[in-house]
C-alpha cells in the first residue's frame, strides 16, 4: 500500500508489520478514502484526531491547499500547522 500524500507529512502516521499504514486516529489501518486523496485536515467521520505536520517537515499551508484543491470542502484557517 502507498502512502497517502498527507500522510507522509503526518506527525501520527506509521507503518505497522501486518497492518500497514496507520495513526493515531486510525489504529486499525488509513481509510481508503484517506488513501485516495481525502483531505484529512478535517475529520472523516467522529474522529478527534487530525492532520498534524510532523517536525522538521518544509510544507507550507499553500502546499497543503494544492494537494487538496479538488476537494469539496475548503480549508479553514484554523487548522493545524
Known sequence: MLLP???AYCAYSRHEEGKGYVCKAFPDGIPK???MGYDHRFPLGDEKILFKKKKGINITKKDLD???STNIKKIDEDVNY
Open 5 to 7: 500524500p498527507i500522510c
Open 33 to 35: 478514502e484517506i488513501i
Open 66 to 68: 494544492e494537494m487538496f
